[in-house]
């Protein structure tokens, strides 16, 4: 328990050594502090230790404390939780990722929210969700567009009816990312550079998506 003390030190790397620590030896009373530094670590490396420690701990006893997380008011216990219930894998957790989650303010938690969805999401219902994941297109910055274009990629050819849709948006932004991630979807070697600047292109001529 003396450990636990550790994943407040001054020093990352002796936070790093703690949860590491936590992680080879697994005791569900640290279960609740491994979820609360998740929430508030400041240091990447530190937060992935952290999740692996998680994992290393019964899911019955862990998920229904990250579940608990996903509606705190820290976006980053937001997004660790999602990003840890990820690695976890329960499908049963799907009901908690919700429409909230998937469009979350913060881009962060909406990326971490997508990459969880396309894990977690049960047979069947990978439409639905890219129904929901086409909404964001046109969001943020590179790395959010790329996640979210990973995302709807990882769902497969479901998708295509709702990304032919967004190519019909009034927003150019928007047609662009969708025909950008159809392009990903057809020739993954691509890259998603290439493929958003063909998009703008195409977008800027006024065209679709190409037929076929």
Do not use: N
């Amino acid at each position: 328990m003396r450990g636990l003390q550790y994943l407040e030190h001054s020093s990352s790397s002796v936070r790093l050594r703690a949860a590491l620590a936590v992680g080879t030896a697994p005791d569900p009373r640290f279960i609740g502090k491994l979820v609360e530094r998740c929430g508030v670590e400041p240091e990447f490396y530190v937060r992935e230790m952290l999740t692996w420690a998680l994992t290393r701990h019964p899911a019955s006893m862990t998920v229904p404390e990250l579940v608990g997380e996903l509606r705190s008011e820290r976006a980053q216990a937001r997004s660790q939780a999602l990003h840890t219930l990820s690695k976890i894998g329960d499908r049963q957790v799907w009901p908690a990722i919700t429409r909230a989650l998937l469009t979350d303010a913060d881009d962060e938690v909406a990326r971490s929210a997508w990459r969880a969805a396309v894990v977690l999401v049960p047979e069947g219902e990978e439409a639905r969700l890219g129904g929901v994941l086409v909404t964001q297109l046109g969001r943020g910055e590179r790395e959010t567009r790329l996640g979210l274009s990973r995302a709807l990629i990882a769902l497969g050819e479901v998708i295509t009816p709702a990304l032919r849709d967004a190519a019909a948006d009034p927003d150019p932004g928007v047609r662009a990312h969708a025909l950008a991630t159809e392009r990903l979807l057809r020739d993954p070697d691509a890259g998603f550079d290439f493929a958003v600047e063909e998009a703008k292109r195409v977008v800027a001529l006024g065209t679709t998506f190409p037929e076929g």
